[in-house]
């Protein structure tokens, strides 16, 4: 898959071109790589155009600092699609990619035409708990955190009937930068947009999961209560709705998009 030189990183991307007017890009959580979002492909792909990427230290995307915030995040997929000279794009981002497409439609409204976010909120957890995990992470490496981050992502019925798909992605996680994970990890501890969700005025589709204790239906509640043009769609599924039911998940999206 293709590299490219940004500002401040290499970027591993994969951008499929299937003849449509429209450019999706997905943004993966923290942790995970493109892969992520494999099994929604195909259903998304009779519709738009998908440009996939791994977000700085993750996946074959290079880092060069120890901390990221949500805005070098962002600005990272600004030049992305400037780079790549790609135009009617939206945007659908799922944990810290839900954050970063926050960041864009409040400071970069303009350059998309609707924003999808899914399995987030306008604040995730606190920065003493990121820091505590960082100092895990650091101490004693990502795969002591490997069996929370199974139950945290994924149902316990997805994982009996999808082992297979849970023991890769874990293996992904684990393949990670450590320092890569650690510095995203502070992106998150720092991002915070409950006094700015009044700016959040581009059409957004919210995708919760009902089983998601990472990021709630309530998290998913406030955002809507908040923003301007919004919409909230949940699914029975925890951190990671989009693997858990792709279909159902691309074809909200469709939807949301077409409509």
């Known amino acids: 898959m293709p590299k490219i030189e940004l500002k401040n990183f290499t970027c591993h991307y994969l951008y499929?071109?299937?003849g449509h007017d429209?450019?999706?890009?997905?943004?993966?959580?923290?942790?995970?790589?493109?892969?992520?979002?494999?099994?929604?492909?195909?259903?998304?792909?009779?519709?738009?155009?998908?440009?996939?990427?791994?977000?700085?230290g993750h996946g074959q995307s290079t880092i060069n600092q120890d901390k990221v915030s949500i805005d070098e995040l962002g600005e990272d997929v600004i030049e992305l699609i400037d780079t790549l000279k790609l135009d009617h794009v939206?945007?659908?981002?799922?944990?810290?990619?839900?954050?970063t497409g926050q960041w864009l439609g409040i400071n970069h409204p303009d350059r998309f035409k609707k924003i999808i976010i899914c399995n987030t909120a306008a604040k995730i957890g606190t920065v003493e708990g990121w820091?505590?995990?960082?100092?895990?992470?650091?101490?004693?490496?990502?795969?002591?955190?490997?069996?929370?981050?199974?139950?945290?992502?994924?149902?316990?019925a997805y994982r009996a009937n999808n082992p297979e798909k849970v023991q890769?992605?874990?293996?992904?996680?684990?393949?990670?930068?450590?320092?890569?994970?650690?510095?995203?990890?502070?992106?998150?501890?720092n991002a915070d947009f409950r006094n700015q969700l009044d700016k959040l005025t581009i059409p957004l589709l919210i995708v919760?999961?009902?089983?998601?204790?990472?990021?709630?239906v309530e998290d998913g509640k406030f955002i809507q209560k908040s923003a301007g043009l919004t919409?909230?769609?949940?699914?029975?599924?925890?951190?990671?709705?989009?693997?858990?039911?792709?279909?159902?998940?691309a074809k909200h999206i469709i939807h949301f998009i077409q409509h």
């Open 16 to 18: 499929e071109n299937f």
């Open 22 to 56: 429209k450019t999706i890009v997905l943004s993966n959580s923290l942790g995970t790589n493109l892969s992520m979002w494999e099994d929604n492909i195909d259903e998304l792909s009779h519709h738009f155009n998908i440009l996939r990427y791994d977000k700085r």
């Open 90 to 99: 939206y945007f659908c981002g799922i944990s810290i990619g839900g954050l």
């Open 131 to 156: 820091e505590a995990r960082v100092k895990q992470v650091t101490e004693f490496g990502l795969s002591s955190i490997l069996e929370g981050t199974a139950d945290r992502w994924f149902t316990p």
């Open 168 to 189: 890769q992605i874990l293996a992904d996680f684990q393949a990670n930068s450590l320092q890569g994970y650690t510095a995203c990890c502070y992106a998150v501890a």
């Open 208 to 216: 919760a999961g009902s089983q998601d204790e990472v990021t709630t």
């Open 231 to 249: 919409h909230l769609i949940t699914l029975d599924a925890a951190h990671l709705s989009n693997m858990e039911h792709p279909r159902e998940f």
